[in-house]
């Protein structure tokens, strides 16, 4: 069991990292010694001797102490999945024959450090009894796993907000809704990813929950002049967030590594994916009027029609973008955010692949109900669920998650709704899911990582 504390190891002098052969194994040495070409995948010890049972050594090791889960010493410590084992000082090699549990005491007996690497990026390392390391560069080991979040609009970016008040944001992945992308005057708007990272940063408009705090509208009002579109309110510091992103596009970059850029800009350590580099587009077709676009459904006609049916085009044949599947698949909880089903969910789990990968963690999926005592707090989600033929209450959400979501968080008015809920097949949990700041948003997190 990996623990935080006690004191840590002395450094290792000229320590450093280095990758050997195809294996998973890394060891700490003195880099200069060691030929990489030459040593057919034996990994090296401090002393820059080759530990006799090479690439073993990791089999040995990690999987006796790992469960199903990919944690170490049993769920709740927190250690990633795909681990690399940094084995350091250590004189003569070392016995893989013995039992994984002996080895691993072993390890501790004699101080021999086993750093435990997340996903090789050198970010994180605890050493065999359990010592963090920050002083190496690494960042604190997380007890708690990696979360991957399905989020789109601006109730899951206040949850974000909250989700990364109890643990590290470097933990938190969120596959971000692009289904409302738009270009407008000739620019690539993601609005749901760029809500999210204002959000994050603290810089979102409090008022809206939507755009940038304290900005002018001084383009859109030359705008206005020569009777150019301006239904959609693109404010002067927003626009050069859709500059960017449009140049980088124009560039050949995917929207994903223009999405990490755009994150690292904010200083943000999460991990922001769009659920897919390629075009989807939500379309609602309004009765009266036929098929539109989504931002002309919610902004345009601020979404006061009334809707037959939703498609997003371009799902079929779209993939998912780098990194989502991936994240879906080793997440230690994965969460359904606050976010509208049809309009900010349902695009995600169009994505092919991405339906089926959710549904196969069911066990581990928590979603959290947009819908408050039969109403949304921000949206039409109410109204649009009634169009659409399904119920707009907790129930209702409850059996549109049934098939990916084992369990479903539901604010306390809805408490005697309770019942009903298990009954369409999904755990019910009652806990307070109306977020009015941050610490309303950090406790219902709390609710979702405690299942």
Same mark, same amino acid.
């Given at each position: 069991m990996l623990r935080e504390g006690i004191a840590d190891a002395s450094p290792v002098p000229h320590e450093e990292a280095t990758q050997l052969g195809d294996g998973p194994a890394q060891l700490v040495g003195h880099r200069r010694q060691l030929d990489r070409h030459g040593v057919d995948g034996s990994p090296f010890d401090g002393d820059g001797q080759i530990v006799e049972a090479h690439l073993e050594l990791v089999q040995a090791l990690a999987d006796p102490a790992l469960d199903a889960h990919g944690q170490v010493g049993g769920g709740g410590t927190g250690v990633r999945p795909r681990m690399d084992l940094l084995v350091e000082r250590r004189r003569g090699g070392l016995d893989v024959r013995q039992p994984g549990r002996q080895v691993l005491e072993r390890l501790a007996d004699e101080?021999?450090?086993a750093h435990l690497l997340v996903n090789s990026t050198l970010e994180q390392a605890v050493d065999a009894r359990g010592h963090v390391h920050p002083f190496r560069g690494y960042r604190r080991v997380s007890l708690r796993g990696v979360i991957t979040a399905l989020a789109g609009g601006v109730g899951a970016a206040r949850f974000l907000r909250g989700l990364v008040e109890v643990v590290p944001p470097a933990d938190v992945t969120a596959v971000v809704n692009t289904g409302d992308d738009v270009v407008l005057h000739g620019l690539h708007i993601s609005p749901d990813i760029d809500t999210v990272v204002y959000t994050l940063a603290g810089a979102v408009n409090p008022e809206t929950g939507w755009g940038l705090t304290g900005e002018t509208w001084a383009a859109m009002d030359a705008l206005e002049r020569y009777g150019g579109l301006t239904w959609f309110r693109l404010g002067d510091r927003d626009l050069a967030t859709h500059l960017?992103?449009?140049q980088r596009l124009a560039d050949g970059a995917p929207l994903s590594q223009v999405t990490v850029e755009i994150a690292r800009a904010w200083g943000l350590a999460i991990h922001l994916l769009p659920m897919s580099d390629d075009r989807i =587009?939500?379309?609602? /077709?309004v009765v009266g009027e036929g098929e539109?676009?989504?931002q002309e459904y919610f902004v345009q006609r601020r979404h006061d029609v009334v809707v037959k049916a939703v498609r997003y085009a371009g799902s079929d044949v779209a993939s998912p973008a780098p990194g989502v599947? /991936?994240?879906i698949r080793s997440a230690h909880r994965l969460v359904v955010c606050p976010s509208n089903p049809i309009l900010s969910i349902d695009p995600i789990l169009a994505v092919p692949g991405v339906r089926d990968a959710v549904a196969a963690r069911r066990d581990d999926?928590?979603?959290?109900?947009?819908i408050v005592a039969g109403a949304a707090l921000k949206g039409p989600a109410d109204r649009l669920l009634t169009e659409l033929g399904h119920e707009a209450s907790v129930v209702g959400v409850a059996r549109l998650y049934a098939p990916i979501a084992g369990a479903l968080v539901v604010d306390e008015a809805d408490a005697a709704s309770a019942a009903a809920v298990e009954s369409e097949g999904v755990r019910c949990v009652v806990a307070p899911t109306v977020?009015?700041?941050?610490? =309303?948003a950090a406790a219902l997190a709390r609710v979702v990582?405690?299942?």
């Open positions: 101080a021999l450090l960017f992103r449009t =587009e939500t379309r609602l /077709d539109v676009g989504f599947l /991936d994240a999926v928590v979603a959290i109900s947009p977020m009015h700041g941050v610490a =309303e990582l405690s299942l």
